[in-house]
Every structure is written in C-alpha cells, then in structure tokens.
C-alpha cells in the first residue's frame, strides 16, 4: 500500500471539501469504500485500488494541479496568510498545501480571482510579456467623457512617469459613472490609479474576466467553484493586445 493515504485526506485533495466538511461527510455514513460504509476518517484508502464512493458518486484521485475561481468579496487581502487581514484562501473549500492566489485584487476590489497551486499556469497569466486581458467594472465619483476614453487608449501615464499600454475603455450612454475597462497588465492600483489620472475615483471596482474566463453570474459573493478544462483554456481566448 504505498499510496496510502487517510481517507479524509483523500476526499479533500479531491476537491470534496475541507478536512472538517469531507469528516463530517464520513460521520453521516455518505462515503463508502469498496462498497462498504466508512466510519473514520483516519481509515487508510489506496488511490490505485481501492473504490471510494460519496453521495454515489465515485470519487477518482487528486488531480495533479487544481484550479478555483472565487467570486471575492471586499475586505479580504489576496494573499495566502496575513496578520492582520482575512485573506481570500478562507474562501476556498481545500486546506490543500500549495495553494495561492494568482495576482492579486485590492483588498476593496470584489470579483474574479483564481487560485491555483499550478506556478506555471499563474505566470503565464500574471507574467508582463504575456498581456492577458483583465476587464473590470469600475463605479466612479463622477462622469466619463470623450476624453477619459481618448486618454485610456492613448495609454494613460501615472505621475512617476509610469506607462500603461493602451486600454478599452466602456460605457454606458445612460450611465456615465460606470465604466467597463479593459487592461492587459497588473500594475499595483492600475484602474484606481489610470482614472484618478483623469480626474475620477473608483468607489467600486469589480473584476469581470481574465482573458474568455467570465465571472459566472450564478456564483454568489464568497462563493469558489472548480475550473474545467474547458474554463482554463477561455483564460487564453479572446484577448485584445
Ligand atoms: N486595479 C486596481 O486599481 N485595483 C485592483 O484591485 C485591480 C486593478
């Protein structure tokens, strides 16, 4: 049994929940292995022989990498561990080790957020050569005109005579004060920061996508779902630069 591994260890890794969710999946008898009812978590499952089986479901072994999408609420920090701060990773249902947040979104800034323990995967998003689009829904203190979105696509350059490449800039005609905005970088603060430039406050911001991955509006605030294959590949489609 060289792949022995605990049981709740096993579901978690899995994607099934936290240790303290899948142990309580296993005290209500919902999770069967080789078709009988487990009654402790600690019970030693081989992933290459032995059948495990929740809520009849078969439950296959962990994958190599995972991938979440959060829909992050304000008033939390993306970072892993923080003194002072809730952090995003109370949000996601694995205590699996080696997970992280892939680029970061202020701690008032609510919307799409990955999180992944797959390095690869994250830097080819978060990497500057790779100009991946980032859309956001900015709320502002006051109007967008002509000029903002002129400003926007020229590239809008921040007072320490930073550059930021160019960015769409959207809105509605009968609601000037919110903005859809396209980027393709991660400068710190960069949509705060390219509307202050133009004389507006965000006093809202909301990420909406990263590259063809939409936010699922079915997904509540504080609310994680798993990626499929299919979600992974979008974040490549459909960028602009
Ligand atoms: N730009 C910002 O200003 N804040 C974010 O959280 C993301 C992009």
Do not use: W
């Amino acid at each position: 049994m060289a792949k022995a591994v605990r049981l709740d260890k096993f579901l978690a890794d899995a994607g099934k929940g936290t240790r303290s969710e899948v142990k309580k999946f296993i005290q209500k008898g919902q999770v069967q292995v080789n078709g009988t009812p487990a009654e402790k978590p600690e019970l030693k499952v081989d992933q290459d022989k032995d059948v495990v089986v929740l809520a009849g479901e078969t439950v296959g072994a962990a994958p190599e990498f995972v991938y979440y999408l959060l829909n992050k609420p304000a008033g939390c920090v993306s970072a892993t561990e923080d003194r002072n701060d809730r952090t995003v990773m109370e949000y996601v249902p694995s205590d699996r080790k080696g997970i992280f947040p892939v680029g970061r979104l202020d701690k008032d800034t609510e919307g799409l957020l990955l999180i992944t323990d797959d390095g690869d995967f994250a830097h080819s998003i978060t990497s500057p050569k790779k100009h991946v689009d980032k859309k956001y829904v900015a709320k502002l203190d006051g109007e967008i005109t002509e000029d903002t979105v002129k400003a926007f696509s020229d590239g809008i350059e921040f007072s320490d005579g930073t550059k930021c490449r160019s960015a769409v800039l959207e809105c509605d005609e009968n609601d000037k004060k919110t903005g859809i905005v396209t980027i393709c970088e991660g400068k710190y603060h960069q949509v705060k920061k390219m509307f202050l430039c133009c004389g507006l406050k965000v006093v809202h911001l909301q990420r909406i996508s990263i590259g063809g991955l939409y936010l699922d509006s079915n997904l509540h605030i504080g609310e994680c779902k798993l990626l499929t294959d299919l979600d992974k590949k979008s974040v490549f489609i459909g960028n602009i630069h």
